[in-house]
C-alpha cells in the first residue's frame, strides 16, 4: 500500500452494520448493497434479480474494525503528512451512516473504537521529536459560508488566506494549539465537540448541517539528524552537516467530518433550512466538482465556488494525497440515499 498517486482522490467505501432499530423492523429485508472486499467491489442491489457493480479503492465492511480503517485508509496519509506533504482525509455520507464515528470517535469505552483523528495524533506525536519538532491543531466548523473557531467559539467570522504563490491556504484568524501529548489532544476534541454543540443549539440546527474540519500541523527540523532523512537535499546532505543550517518540514493533515449529503426537501422548507440546505448543496456539489476534476486530470479544479473547496485549495491535486471515505448504511429503506453516495464516490475516482 503506498497510499496511491499523489493527485487522484483514493476512495473507501465503509458499511455501518444495522442498527438496533434496522435489525428489527427491517428483519424480514435483504440490506440493499453486498460487499466483496477481497475483490474491492460493491453490489448495489435494485431489486431481488437485478444488480449494478462498483469499485472502489478500499472496501471496507461493517465487519471491518477501526484500525483496520486506519491501517487501509490513513496511515499512508500521515506518513506523507510526517514528511512534509499535505495529506486529507474526508467523509462523505448520509446522517447517521457514522461519518463522525469514523473520523471522530474518541473511543472511551473501549479503545479499539478510537477513530482516525485520535489514531493520526498518536502516530503522528510517536514519530515527532518533542524538542525540535511542533504539532498545532486548529479546529472548526464552517457553516453556511462562514467559519467557526471550535476552540474560541466567539470567533466565527474566520477568513481563509490563500498565497498567490505557492497556492497554500492558512487561517490567520483561527486557534492554534500546540499539541505535546495524546491527553491534550482528546481534551481538545472534546472542548471542540462541545462548543459544536453549544453553537448548534444557538443557532437551532444539527451538527449534522456544518461540516467539521480538524487541521493538524506538523513542522519538523531535521537539523542534525539522520541525512536520509532529507532526501530532498538529495546529495547536498554532507553542506547540512557541516553548515548545520535547518531543513524545516511542513506538513498538513486535514480531517473533514462532511455534513450530512442527504437531500433535504426543499419544498416544504423555508427561511433558515432553506438556507441551509442550500448552502450544504453548494458546498458539496463544489467539492464534487473539484474532485472530479482531479479525476479527470482537468488542469482547471473550480477550488473557487464554495469557501470548503478554497479551505481544501492546497489539498488538491500536486504532491497533496487525498482519501475519500463514503459511508453508507445496509436499510434498503435509504437506497435512494446510499445510491447517490456511491455516485459520488464514483465520480471520484
Ligand atoms: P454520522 O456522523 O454520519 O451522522 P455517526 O458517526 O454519528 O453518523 O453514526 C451513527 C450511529 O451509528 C452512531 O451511534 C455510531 O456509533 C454508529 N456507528 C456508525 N458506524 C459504525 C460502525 N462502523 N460500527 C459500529 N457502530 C457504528
Ligand atoms: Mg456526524
Redesign the pocket.
Known amino acids: 500500500n503506498d497510499g496511491g498517486v499523489p493527485g487522484r482522490v483514493r476512495v473507501a467505501v465503509r458499511l455501518r452494520p444495522r442498527n438496533s432499530e434496522e435489525l428489527i423492523a427491517d428483519a424480514d429485508f435483504a440490506d440493499c448493497v453486498e460487499l466483496q472486499p477481497e475483490l474491492k467491489r460493491l453490489k448495489l442491489l435494485k431489486n431481488n434479480w437485478d444488480s449494478d457493480t462498483y469499485e472502489f479503492d478500499e472496501v471496507l465492511t461493517e465487519f471491518a474494525s477501526q484500525k483496520r480503517v486506519y491501517e487501509a485508509v490513513v496511515k499512508p496519509v500521515v506518513e506523507s503528512v510526517l514528511d512534509g506533504y499535505n495529506g486529507t482525509i474526508m467523509a462523505y455520507g448520509q446522517t447517521g451512516t457514522g ?2 464515528y469514523t473520523l471522530g470517535g474518541l473511543g472511551e469505552e473501549d479503545t479499539a473504537d478510537r477513530g482516525i483523528m485520535v489514531r493520526a495524533m498518536e502516530d503522528i506525536l510517536a514519530e515527532v521529536s518533542l524538542e525540535t519538532d511542533s504539532v498545532t491543531v486548529s479546529y472548526l466548523q464552517l457553516y453556511m459560508e462562514s467559519i467557526q473557531d471550535l476552540l474560541d467559539p466567539a470567533n466565527d467570522n474566520i477568513s481563509i488566506v490563500e498565497d498567490p504563490k505557492t497556492g497554500d491556504v492558512s487561517l490567520p484568524g483561527a486557534s492554534l494549539v500546540e499539541i505535546r501529548h495524546q491527553e491534550s489532544f482528546v481534551e481538545l476534541l472534546r472542548l471542540g465537540e462541545a462548543h459544536r454543540f453549544a453553537a448548534n443549539t444557538k443557532l437551532n440546527t444539527e ?2 448541517r456544518s461540516h467539521a474540519i480538524l487541521m493538524v500541523h506538523v513542522k519538523r527540523s531535521l537539523k542534525g539528524r539522520d541525512s536520509t532523512l532529507g532526501s530532498d537535499v538529495g546529495g547536498h546532505s554532507h553542506l547540512v552537516k557541516t553548515l548545520k543550517a535547518p531543513i524545516v518540514r511542513k506538513g498538513k493533515l486535514v480531517v473533514v ?1 462532511l455534513a450530512g449529503s442527504e437531500r433535504i426537501d426543499k419544498s416544504g422548507s423555508e427561511g433558515h433550512t432553506l438556507e441551509e440546505a442550500k448552502s450544504i448543496n453548494l458546498s458539496l456539489s463544489a467539492l464534487g466538482k473539484c474532485i472530479n476534476a482531479l479525476a479527470e486530470n482537468s488542469a482547471h479544479v473550480p477550488v473557487r465556488d464554495s469557501k470548503l473547496t478554497r479551505l481544501l485549495r492546497d489539498s488538491f491535486g500536486g504532491t497533496a494525497r487525498t482519501s475519500l471515505v463514503i459511508t453508507i448504511g445496509p436499510s434498503p429503506r435509504h437506497r435512494g440515499e446510499t445510491t447517490s453516495t456511491i455516485m459520488f464516490g464514483q465520480r471520484a475516482m
Open positions: 461519518k463522525t451538527s449534522s467530518d
